[in-house]
């Protein structure tokens, strides 16, 4: 998930892409082997990758499929999960599911630093209800509403680059999986925590935020840049 401040604000191959499993044959030496492939020298990119995939990839409209059991505790699981959060970290962003970087695995990892504070005005802060949030990272994770009262409130995400809209999400949730790198087996989420939540789990489901928003807010962050500068400008998928 992009952070917004402006506008106040399966695992038997399937031969036609690497990153789509089923679990019905799986193994963990088949596992093990599937995902060495992405780690071993190549001459083109392959996922994992050190971008976030974009809106048209089919990754990101297929269900992502759960870790199994006897795996989540391997070395390629670990691999996976840090290339989320070093992507998560280099773009600045506070959400990232595996899908995001071309693993259809149910893998999420949301981090709200303290420096992020900074980068909106104190009332943008406190409308949203924001608060920082510790590196989480949750495998196979399962979300509960606990309060159904809705906000909109502005929403971007990395995967449809340069573009934000209006989303309405619940205010409290339970996030509760299989924790990581200390996060616990469940957590109570409020506010904007709560809305990182929902729009990670939404993408191990192949829903993206505009399938949601309200059409109408739809718009380009750069707009205005666009026009003064006489469409000169530029839309970057690479940091």
Same mark, same amino acid.
């Given at each position: 998930?992009?952070?917004? $401040? ?17 679990t ?5 030496? /088949? ?7 992405? =780690?071993?020298?190549?001459s ?14 089919p ?30 970290? $280099? ?7 595996a ?28 409308a ?15 979300? $509960? ?15 449809? %680059?340069?573009?934000?809209?209006e ?6 949730? /339970? ?16 506010? =904007? ?8 789990m ?11 928003m ?8 750069? =707009?205005?840049?666009?026009?003064? $500068?006489?469409? %000169? ?7």
């Open positions: 998930m992009a952070l917004q $401040k402006v506008n106040l604000l399966p695992i038997a191959l399937i031969n036609h892409s690497k990153r789509f499993f089923s019905t044959t799986l193994k963990c030496k /088949t596992f093990a082997q599937k995902y060495r492939e992405f =780690w071993s020298p190549k083109s990119n392959q996922p994992p990758y050190g971008h976030f995939t974009q809106v048209g990839d990754v990101l409209r297929s269900k992502a499929v759960d870790v199994p059991e006897d795996v989540i505790n391997s070395k390629e699981i670990d691999l996976i999960i840090d290339q989320m959060i070093k992507v998560l970290r $280099k773009y600045d962003c506070v959400g990232i599911a899908p995001q970087i071309g693993i259809s695995l149910r893998i999420i990892v949301m981090e709200f630093r303290e420096g992020l504070k900074d980068k909106f005005k104190k009332e943008v802060y406190e949203r209800k924001m608060s920082t949030l510790p590196l989480t990272v949750m495998i196979n994770p399962t979300l $509960k509403i606990t309060n159904y009262t809705k906000h909109k409130h502005p929403e971007g995400c990395m995967s449809v %680059r340069g573009f934000s809209a989303v309405e999400r619940y205010d409290s949730v /339970t996030l509760t999986g299989i924790g990581k790198r200390d996060t616990p087996n469940e957590l109570q989420l409020s506010g =904007w925590n709560a809305r990182i939540a929902q729009h990670e939404d993408h191990l489901d192949g829903k993206l935020y505009i399938d949601q309200d059409g109408m807010t739809f718009h380009c962050t750069c =707009w205005e840049a666009v026009n003064s $500068k006489a469409g %000169r400008v530029e839309i970057p998928f690479y940091k």
